[in-house]
């Protein structure tokens, strides 16, 4: 069972022991995401994560940072989410005291060395380009500032080249100070441990300057729909669609409804749309529908790859599954089996103590509650055939369709326009 202590600066200590693994993940979450962030700053919160990185006091650079969990056959990685950032180190059970000592250190103590700030604009730039050169990675970023627009839940995480070639030291010492504080910290730590330990060590080594998270991130604003289809002109060899709605919000009761929804729709390799889309049709190679859930907003959608000359047989193929499953109820066999596809990827995902103190951060992080795994099958198993029905007939709807394509489509908008009904 999950445990949790919130020590006197506001800093919460999420635990959770792990039966049969000698591995600890020690997973620091703070509500410090691209969300937060303004125009001018869009980009920081990513430019950030890779600065920590960079060397503090006890481990001076790069290297020393590295050598310390190589040293002991660990992992570390970190990510930016729009509304979470996370550090994370992956030792065996009796090197849990470096993890702590190198997070800590570089939480703590960072420089942010102007030399190699210089240096890392170069990397994050080199990844803008990548991402840009990936239209699986590409065509999601491109939705969802289709979706939300000009605001910050429409922007890259990343950034802008121009964002990234003019923050300055200034901006992250400023930007630290205001979100990373310890009521907005998490420290998330699953495995072989044990928790008064842990919190003790903590204690020790997250000495944090006093201070309160300074402000939150702004509400989703209105999704309007102006515009409803992007087209990213490029030379593919393969055209990429996303073609989605609004959903809902990760607290909405209907949540986990939705997502069994998805999975009905383009889950795995025998929902509708792979069956339908790919194996009967041919029209593509990947297919798959999912949903983004935040914590006041969300979204489903389905992405594919699809033939380039076949790009309209392909949208009109999506379209009448998303039309399907608004007619009649999923039957009883397909309807247990999304739900149980859905709970065994969890119970795998699980088995990893990184995924576990991942699960354990962002419900605390985000709501200030931890969730645990036997409350979310709770949820799942609740949902009813009528659910999906009445959800389907919710969000699915001709007025709430969009959607982006990357490929040599230039001018055609109105083309793509009028392929978005339900046949």
Known sequence: MHQKTTLENGLRVVTMPLKNTQAVTVLILTGAGSRYENKKINGLSHFLEHMFFKGAERYKNTKEVSEAIDGVGGEFNAFTGKEYVGYYIKVAA???????????DMLINAKFDP?????????????????????????????????????????DQIGTKENIRSLQREDFI?????????DNVVLAIA???????????VSELFKF??????????????????KFVHIRNKKTEQAHI????PG???????HYALKVLSIILGGNMSSRMFLSVRERQGLCYYVSTSTDDYSDTGLMATNAGVTLDRIDDAIKAVLKEYSGIREELVGAEELKKAKEYLKGKLILRLEDSEEYAHLLGKYEVLYGKVRGIEE???????????DILRVAKDVLHEDRLYLTVIGPYEGEEERFKALLKFW
């Open 209 to 226: 300057q006093d201070g309160k998270k300074a402000y939150e991130s702004e509400p989703v604003g209105e999704i309007k729909r102006d």
């Open 248 to 254: 809902y919000a990760e607290p909405h009761p209907d």
């Open 242 to 245: 996303m073609l989605g709605v």
């Open 115 to 155: 030399e190699e700030i210089e240096r890392e604009r170069g990397v994050i730039l080199e990844e803008y380009n990548m991402y840009q050169d990936t239209p699986m990675h590409q065509i999601g970023w491109d939705f969802e500032n289709l979706l939300y627009g000009d605001q910050p839940m429409g922007w």
């Open 174 to 182: 400023d930007y630290q100070a205001k979100l990373y504080t310890p």
């Open 94 to 104: 009796d090197k849990v005291d470096v993890a702590m000592d190198v997070l800590s």
């Open 376 to 386: 979310i099958f709770e949820e799942v198993e609740k949902v009813s055939a009528e």
């Open 191 to 201: 495995g072989n441990v044990d928790h008064e330990n842990m919190v003790g060590r």
